[in-house]
Each structure stands twice: as structure tokens, then as C-alpha cells.
């Protein structure tokens, strides 16, 4: 989907102004007043009932993976919870001690999930094996290799068109139910332990947790310091 004037795509203009390179808070803004239904598509809170590709919680931005999966493979909806119950578990347990304002918090952030895991998140660490352990074993055609994107904006340029892309009239939802409820719908995170990013909030050096855990990439937004 291109710009009516042959400008950038929304879905990049977003990106450009909000997590690139030259992003500034001001450019971030005028976005999001400009062209509200884009960004309601490619954004929800955390505490949303339903998710867009990405998910601003504890001061930054989430892929959502599990969200992924149902519109690449829908019939692989447990795998698509496990994703989702790991985030709300790493959350859960991080947010209150390690909410984001700048990259130092943000590693913290994700030094503390990474530390989950493998304690009090372990299960869920477990079953959120799935998706590698699903695209390892199936043809390298795997629709569901997308969701395996290494970094936040290798994910952002594969997953947000799927959500808000091609046919969507200004980057809206997609006709259908596709976006989903969190995890598919049943695996949403109880408690408020979510915010509002913080603009300002610089990204970790790779913008992306190690893939082998099986958590999301994740990033910072619309500030001035990245």
C-alpha cells in the first residue's frame, strides 16, 4: 500500500517517524494525529482486549508473536497462547522493578525476563518453544517462520502489513477477526502491570531478545534519543 502522493507507505511512515533512525517525538505525534486508524491498527495497549502487531507495555513496544501465529497458522492457536503466556509471565514478574524510561532500564527489563524464564516462567518458557521447535522440524517454507524475526524491525516489516496492510483502507484492522484478542483470546494478562510508553525511551543495542527464548523483540518509541 502506497501514499496517495508516492510518498512512503503509512506502515513505513510510522516506522520512520516512530522507531527509525531520524525518529523524533514531534514527527511521532504528528503521525498518530494525522493518521489515527494506522496507528490504532498497529498499536495496542497492553491492556487492550484486543492486539495489534504491536503491544506498548512497561514503557515500550512488544511484537505481537503470539497475534503472528494465529494469522499465519490458525489452527496452531495452543502454540499461539504459549507465546502469549510467556509474555504476560515475564511482564508479571518484571514490570514492577524494571519499568522502561531508557536503554539501561530497557536491558534491565530484559536481563530480568531472560532471568524468568528459567525460574518462576520456566513452564511458559518451555511452551513457547513451540514455534521454533515447529519451524525447525517443517519445510523452510514455514508460514510460521515469520514470527521468528530476530530483531524489531525485520518483525515490524513482516508482521505489521499482515495486521493493517494491503486492503486495509488507512492501515485500519483487517475485515475480518484476524487481529484477535491477546494469545487468541484466552491467554490475556490479568493484572494492569502495563503502561503507556514513555517517549524518550531509547531501544536496547539490537532492538530484539535472543531467539532462542522464544520472547519477542522489542523496542522503544517515538523518542528523540535512539
Not at 57 to 85: H, K, T
Not at 87 to 99: G, P, R
Not at 143 to 156: G, K, V
Request: with cysteine; aromatic share 6%; proline share 6%.
Amino acid at each position: 500500500m502506497s501514499s496517495d502522493d508516492g510518498g512512503l507507505d503509512p506502515i513505513e511512515q510510522y516506522y520512520e517517524d516512530c522507531f527509525g533512525s531520524g525518529m523524533t517525538k514531534a514527527a511521532c505525534d504528528g503521525f498518530a494525529a494525522a493518521n489515527p486508524t494506522c496507528k490504532a491498527c498497529i498499536e495496542s495497549a497492553e491492556t487492550a482486549t484486543a492486539y495489534g502487531p504491536l503491544v506498548l507495555a512497561n514503557g515500550f513496544v512488544e511484537a505481537n508473536v503470539a497475534g503472528c501465529i494465529e494469522l499465519e497458522s490458525p489452527s496452531n492457536f495452543a502454540c499461539a497462547q504459549a507465546q502469549q503466556a510467556l509474555s504476560d509471565c515475564e511482564l508479571a514478574a518484571c514490570a514492577a522493578n524494571c519499568v522502561v524510561v531508557d536503554q539501561a532500564s530497557l536491558l534491565a527489563y530484559e536481563n530480568c525476563a531472560t532471568e524468568a524464564d528459567q525460574a518462576g516462567c520456566l513452564a511458559y518458557d518451555t511452551a513457547a518453544m513451540c514455534l521454533s521447535q515447529e519451524v525447525e522440524a517443517g519445510a523452510s517454507g514455514d508460514p510460521e517462520s515469520i514470527c521468528l524475526a530476530t530483531t524489531f524491525q525485520a518483525f515490524y516489516a513482516a508482521i505489521v502489513p499482515l495486521f493493517c496492510g494491503a486492503g486495509v483502507a488507512d492501515g485500519g484492522p483487517p475485515a475480518t477477526d484476524a487481529v484477535g484478542a491477546p494469545g487468541g483470546g484466552d491467554a490475556s494478562i490479568d493484572d494492569d502491570a502495563g503502561s503507556e510508553p514513555e517517549a524518550g525511551a531509547p531501544e536496547s543495542a539490537d532492538g530484539a531478545r535472543p531467539p532462542q527464548d522464544a520472547s519477542a523483540p522489542v523496542a522503544a518509541e517515538g523518542g528523540d534519543a535512539k
